[in-house]
């Protein structure tokens, strides 16, 4: 509204009032005035070059058409280095990594790769997942990509109709990060659509996770994309960044340029691609320790090992970790060898690894714990017991520590 | 007994050396308890649970509450403080928990410590009923588990507006199973949710409703207020709906003295009087000396410190214990207060010194005397002070010490205010523009609108138009007919309770860890301008850095004899009339008004004398308010006295009346004088249209954009406004005006109390008297 057409607005206002009082709704009068101070974006309507069109076809439900994308990619598709088939081959493995019994008999053709692209990073109830990408594996190697893409927000409840019928048809769901943002989102979505909600009785795996302790020695980053390049050798170029998205979608629901919006379709395709790839990498990690690169991924893999009681799996990978020179990730793989040695009652072997630890490291409180402990109730040997058990106070103070003295002290004095 | 010893201690004040005046004497008279039996309808259990407790029949206007709430209709209790109110609201609610497994209820308090008595309080009496509610009080303290379990469990929901705001309303959907089951919502002190917060407030109720009826429920309210004069509108425009009034107690007083002691005036010029915490201090050396238990009440955690120090030394100097006597106030760890609560509730103690941590809900037993250091700021807080004496049927006495400044002053001499129904005007304005937008966000976030959706008791055409203006901002989107938020942030988040446009400034104490406070920032530029001296709880901070960008003020403490205040040219343009109404000479009219506040420097003013100890410069851009406000004018038939007086002496009176007017308009509108503003000036709007003729007039408006519906209701209470004003002035015992009615006066000034008096008379048409 221009200056004078504003004031003729306000003037007009001000006859009116003087005789018929409330006659115009203030309200509207003060969000008018509000309205003008908004600065005007200076961006002209689409030009007709602008490509409206996303790839895709618009799919009927019963709650009317939404776009769905469907690609297929070939058997021999790889991500980087790694084949997307690789993850036909994960079995029990992964299911050690990720901790969950629930995951080992599972087929890799029943997993729904699922990631979803959002409105909002906050989470809550005004937050749509706009796109929702699901993948599978198909026996022959094929990736089957779908996504299904609110070309307005009020497509919604026919995207959550199409991934419901993907997520009944699922054994399981494979994400990374889902267990924290995709699924509690879509979680609400189904509320929200007063839809079933047909995820909560899906088994998850959240290769974020699993990730997270396989590399956390080795990589800072461990987002999906700087795993992509680090374990798969997958480098994105002109990929749109994931907290660049909500803004994209607003701008493309005002009528901006679909460009932004196919950049989205793309990262998140790539997303799902990776997904099934890196699974097929741990899976073959943790199960064939002779194909693991880095001498320092032993160590994670063989803790899962041990959290799951697989004494073969920690031994194996436990031995290719004896090859690591630096010194913390060399004194990490003694410990964890020392640990699993003490609790399969290999006590000298135990033993022998502290006193190596020692030996690089004489400030290591727990491998002077677990001397002190050895030769106090292995070996009776109580006045090495008791050089340890000083070292420990000194190093670690005194918590609980003080007494074990005391008591190996008394121990001594009965012996002699 | 006591009434004998209060007695003697009143002989003390009147025959002794205190020298003031007992501006006020009254007892109210004791009631018994009018009781009514049990209603049919309710569960045994609940009623046996009750009894076990000790309520063998339950007063009548509690017993009136249950049968309205278990009738559908909404209730709102203003009984006087100590009369049972929360059973008012538990018994149904327990009630209704006990015959649907899956009802729920939502309460309300305004802060985390009246949340976590009522917990307590709730567990007993659903664990005595045998009633699973498992309350819980939900706030930012929560721990995460205990979160996860009341979205599961949880029947009965204990939270505060704030998290209400924050944390569940934008996500509802993790708590379908509660919101399904909303059978009531208790929203109890209600008389603190007004201004600002109130007016938010309303709007987060209408987020409530909507997100209540999105999962099938229509819970009913039940509202709880201290004794103020509109508590039926408030409950309506906070809450929406309609409301039955509860007012008339059943529960059984003891006879109520109330007493005003006015402290002897020191200087005549300035209108100063003795120090109200040593006249405190000494009041209360006498009731204990009379051994009547006391609790004294200051306004800031360092006159606490003050006044015990005082009350310690003159028990010690007559020959007491003065470790009978314990300061409590915020700041005291939790442990100290208990243990002083303790010690009050078993009578090991003679005086408590306290703020207003000790004002509400926590029970300290039997006293017999408080003493209030000064007005506590609204009148419905001076009754809950002065209800925490007295809790059985024993007399009791109240003593208010007055002030030197104008309000103390004012209700000194007008005691009705304070014995008879309140004046005082809970107001909000949910629909100012600023705040309603900013729930419109939040709201559109929750639960999309659909097209021709009205917003609460707003018209479909304006919520229409409020959603296309956030269309237009970009935070909206509409398509096929809804509307849905699509701005990339979190809209509650951006969105405080206590404050109107834009962040609040923090306060940043440079010698300290935490934030010192939170300031709204058109306050913010008044008072913590660099070289400002910043008061915050009794202590004085000299401000060295502002930061505009990050919003943050950096302050150090300093021991000031000074404080500052801003020499602001204010400008005011009436950007549109919307009533007016004739006075007895002149007018009174009410509208939108846009005020541009200059500041060019700033005075040193010393503290109670307000003497100017020089000035500061500041240079600061102008600030552009837009807001309501109501003004005062003689218009172009000024009478003849005045229009005979010079331009200057003139206008030095219309300033005095409207320091006047500003003050007692700040009682009736139940505010902080610093949510409203006045403004003398001369304008064209004032004499109407096409006036060339300048008449000075006298602006009222609200200090928060927007407004917040205070200089709004003053025009309905213009006359009564006025009055007051002049009653203040002509009250006053000074001879021209002083800092107590007109407030300061520079040296050879004219009669500026005389001016102001001629003014308020010739636009009222009488003198005052009533």
Redesign the interface.
Same mark, same amino acid.
């Given at each position: 509204m221009s200056k004078i057409k504003s004031r003729l607005e306000?003037r007009k206002? &001000?006859g009116t009032?003087?005789t018929s *009082?409330?006659s115009r709704?203030? @309200? @509207?009068?003060? &969000?008018k005035?509000?309205?003008e101070k @908004?600065p005007r974006p200076l961006r002209g309507p689409a030009s007709d070059d602008d490509e409206r069109d996303l790839p895709g076809e618009e799919i009927e439900t019963a709650f009317g058409p939404v776009l769905v994308n469907t690609v297929e990619y070939a058997p021999g598709r790889h991500h980087g280095r790694e084949p997307v088939s690789g993850f036909l081959s994960v079995g029990e493995g992964l299911a050690v990594l990720a901790r969950n019994e629930a995951l080992a008999g599972l087929d890799p053709t029943g997993a729904l790769f699922l990631d979803t692209e959002t409105?909002?990073?906050?989470? *809550?109830? *005004?937050t &749509?997942a706009f796109l929702v990408g699901v993948g599978c594996l198909r026996r022959d190697g094929v990736f089957l990509l779908e996504q299904v893409f609110c070309r307005?927000?009020?497509e919604e409840r026919a995207q959550l109709e199409i991934l419901s019928s993907r997520l009944r048809d699922a054994d399981y769901l494979v994400t990374f990060n889902g267990r924290a943002f995709d699924v509690p989102l879509l979680?609400?979505r189904f509320?929200?659509n007063r839809m079933a909600n047909p995820q909560a009785a899906l088994p998850h795996l959240d290769l974020l996770h699993v990730a997270r302790r396989i590399f956390k020695r080795r990589l800072d980053d461990r987002s999906l994309t700087a795993l992509e390049r680090a374990v798969l050798g997958f480098h994105r170029e002109g990929d749109i960044p994931g907290h660049a998205i909500?803004?994209a979608?607003?701008d493309y629901?005002?009528g901006g340029s679909t460009r932004d919006m196919k950049a989205v379709l793309s990262h998140n395709g790539l997303d799902l691609l990776a997904l099934a790839a890196l699974g097929g990498v741990l899976e073959r990690m943790y199960s064939n320790p002779a194909a693991v690169e880095h001498a320092v991924d032993h160590l994670g893999l063989a803790r899962a090992a041990m959290d799951a009681g697989r004494d073969d799996a920690v031994d194996h990978h436990l031995a290719r970790a004896g090859d690591l020179t630096i010194g913390h990730e060399r004194r990490d793989a003694l410990h964890m060898a020392a640990r699993h040695a003490a609790r399969n009652k290999r006590f000298d072997q135990a033993r022998d690894l502290w006193e190596q630890i020692v030996e690089i490291d004489s400030t290591d409180g727990t491998a002077h714990l677990g001397l002190a402990k050895h030769f106090e109730h292995r070996e009776k040997n109580f006045d090495r017991a008791l050089v340890h058990a000083r070292e420990t106070v000194e190093i670690e103070g005194d918590e609980g520590n003080s007494h074990r003295m005391a008591r190996i002290e008394r121990k001594k004095k009965k012996d002699e | 007994m006591s009434d004998y010893r209060i007695r003697t201690a009143i002989e003390a004040w009147r025959s002794g050396t205190l020298r003031g005046e007992i501006a006020v004497d009254v007892t109210s008279p004791a009631r018994e308890a009018v009781t009514a039996p049990y209603p049919e309808w309710l569960s045994k259990k609940v009623s046996d649970a009750l009894s076990v407790e000790g309520v063998k029949s339950p007063y009548r206007h509690q017993v009136e509450a249950w049968n309205l709430l278990e009738g559908g209709s909404n209730i709102v209790v203003a009984t006087p403080t100590a009369s049972g109110k929360t059973l008012c609201y538990n018994v149904p609610v327990l009630h209704t928990l006990a015959v649907d497994p899956g009802a729920t209820a939502l309460y309300l308090f305004p802060t985390k410590a009246l949340a976590r008595d009522q917990e307590a309080v709730i567990r007993d009496l659903s664990r005595a009923a045998d009633v699973s509610a498992a309350p819980l009080v939900y706030d930012g303290d929560t721990p995460v588990d205990e979160r996860r379990t009341a979205r599961r469990n949880s029947r009965i929901l204990i939270t505060n507006p704030d998290m209400l705001h924050l944390g569940i309303l934008p996500h509802h959907a993790s708590w379908a199973r509660f919101f399904a089951g909303l059978r009531y919502v208790v929203v109890d002190e209600l008389h603190q949710y007004r201004g600002v917060f109130g007016s938010h407030v309303a709007n987060v109720m209408r987020r409530l409703m909507r997100v209540a009826g999105f999962h099938g429920s229509t819970p009913v309210f039940a509202a709880c207020s201290a004794t103020i004069g509109n508590p039926t509108e408030l409950a309506r425009n906070v809450i929406g709906g309609e409301f039955e009034l509860i007012s008339d107690s059943g529960a059984p007083t003891g006879p109520r003295q109330l007493v005003v002691y006015n402290p002897e005036v020191v200087d005549p010029i300035l209108g100063t009087r003795r120090s109200a915490l040593k006249v405190a201090a000494r009041i209360a050396g006498d009731l204990v000396e009379n051994r009547v238990a006391t609790l004294v009440f200051c306004q800031t955690r360092l006159g606490v410190e003050m006044t015990l120090r005082y009350l310690r030394d003159r028990i010690q100097k007559r020959g007491g214990d003065p470790e009978r006597v314990r300061g409590y106030r915020g700041g005291y760890l939790p442990t100290l207060r208990r243990e002083i609560e303790n010690a009050l509730r078993h009578g090991e103690l003679d005086a408590v010194v306290a703020t207003n941590a000790l004002e509400l809900g926590i029970d300290v037993g039997e006293l017999d005397a408080v003493v209030l250091a000064g007005y506590p700021g609204t009148i419905a807080a001076t009754h809950q002070r002065s209800g925490r004496a007295g809790r059985r049927q024993a007399p009791s006495i109240a003593v208010m010490v007055a002030r030197s400044n104008p309000l103390d002053q004012f209700l000194a001499r007008e005691p009705s205010y304070l014995l008879e129904s309140s004046p005082e005007l809970a107001l909000v304005q949910p629909d100012n523009v600023e705040i309603l937008l900013d729930h419109l966000r939040c709201a559109a976030f929750e639960l999309p609108f659909t097209a021709a959706e009205s917003f609460g008791p707003i018209s479909v055409d304006d919520t229409t138009a409020a959603l296309e203006c956030l269309v237009e901002e970009g935070s909206l989107s509409r398509s096929m007919d809804r509307y849905f938020y699509m701005g990339s942030t979190y809209p509650a988040a951006e969105t405080g309770l206590r404050s109107v446009g834009g962040e609040a400034v923090v306060v940043m104490d440079m010698d300290g860890d935490e934030p010192l406070a939170r300031v709204d920032p058109v306050a913010a530029r008044l008072e913590l301008h660099e070289h400002a001296i910043y008061q915050h709880e009794g202590r004085t901070y000299h401000v060295e850095r502002f930061d505009h960008e990050a919003g943050r003020a950096y302050v150090r403490p300093v021991e000031s004899v000074y404080y500052t205040t801003p020499v602001v040219h204010h400008t005011l343009e009436v950007v549109e009339v919307a009533k007016r109404k004739a006075l007895a000479i002149g007018e009174v009219a009410s509208g939108d008004v846009r005020v541009t506040d200059d500041i060019t420097g700033f005075k040193k003013l010393k503290f109670n004398t307000h003497e100017n100890l020089g000035f500061g410069d500041v240079r600061l851009p102008p600030a552009l308010l837009e807001t309501d406000g109501t003004w005062f004018t003689l218009g172009d038939s000024v009478p003849r006295p005045i229009r005979d007086l010079a331009q200057g002496d003139l206008m030095a009176g219309y300033e005095g009346l409207a320091h006047a007017v500003h003050q007692v308009a700040s009682l009736r509108l139940m505010c902080d004088p610093r949510d409203i503003s006045t403004v003398v000036q001369a304008s064209d709007a004032a004499g109407g249209e096409g006036s060339d003729v300048l008449y000075p007039a006298i602006y009222l408006y609200d200090a928060h954009s927007g407004g917040v519906g205070l200089s709004a209701r003053a025009f309905k209470e213009a006359r009564p406004t006025l009055e007051d004003a002049l009653r203040l002035v002509t009250g006053c015992v000074c001879d021209t005006g002083c800092p107590s009615c007109c407030g300061p006066t520079i040296d050879n000034a004219p009669p500026v109390k005389q001016i102001a008096r001629m003014i308020a008379v010739a636009l009222l048409g009488h003198g005052g008297d009533r």
């Open positions: 306000r206002l &001000l009032t003087e *009082g409330d709704s203030q @309200i @509207i009068e003060q &969000l005035r509000r309205m @908004i409105t909002g990073l906050s989470g *809550g109830t *005004g &749509l307005n927000p009020t979680n609400t509320v929200m909500p803004a979608y607003a629901l005002k | -």
